[in-house]
C-alpha cells in the first residue's frame, strides 16, 4: 500500500520561510514525476511545482524566484522551499507521486501553510 505524507507546514509571517517535505512509502516501483499543488478555500486546486525522476524542474508563474523543488530518489522524497512567502500563498499543499509502471498516481493528505500579514 502506496502512502504519501506531507510535513513542513505551519503559519509564518510574510516575507518569511518554510520547507515542505513529502515522503512516499511501501513500494518499490520508481517514482516518475513528483509534484506539489495548493488549494486555497475557495479555489480549484492548482499546481505549483513538479519535478521529474530526472531533475527537470517547472513553476507556476505566482512562485518562480521564490520557490524551489527537489528531491531525493533514494529515499523517495520531494522539498518545497518557499521563500518570501505572500499572504495569497496560504492554502493546503499536497504532494502527488506518479508511477508510470503503475500506471496512476497517489495523493498525500495535505499540510496546511498560513502566511500572516
Not at 516575507?15 to 513500494?27: D, E, K, M, N, V
Not at 514525476?33 to 486546486?45: E, I
Not at 499536497?94 to 508511477?99: A, E, I, M, P
Request: aromatic residues 10%.
Amino acid at each position: 500500500q502506496v502512502q504519501v505524507v506531507e510535513s513542513g507546514g505551519g503559519l509564518v509571517q510574510a516575507g518569511g520561510s518554510l520547507r515542505l517535505s513529502c515522503a512516499a512509502s511501501g513500494t518499490d516501483f520508481p517514482i516518475n514525476a513528483m509534484t506539489w499543488y495548493r488549494q486555497a478555500p475557495g479555489n480549484q486546486r492548482e499546481l505549483v511545482a513538479t519535478i521529474t525522476r530526472g531533475g527537470n524542474t517547472n513553476y507556476a508563474d505566482s512562485v518562480k524566484g521564490r520557490f524551489t523543488i527537489s528531491r531525493d530518489n533514494a529515499k523517495n522524497m520531494v522539498y518545497l522551499q518557499m521563500n518570501s512567502l505572500k499572504p495569497e500563498d496560504t492554502a493546503v499543499y499536497y504532494c502527488k507521486t506518479d508511477f508510470a509502471v503503475l500506471g496512476t498516481s497517489y495523493w498525500g493528505q495535505g499540510t496546511q501553510v498560513t502566511v500572516s500579514s
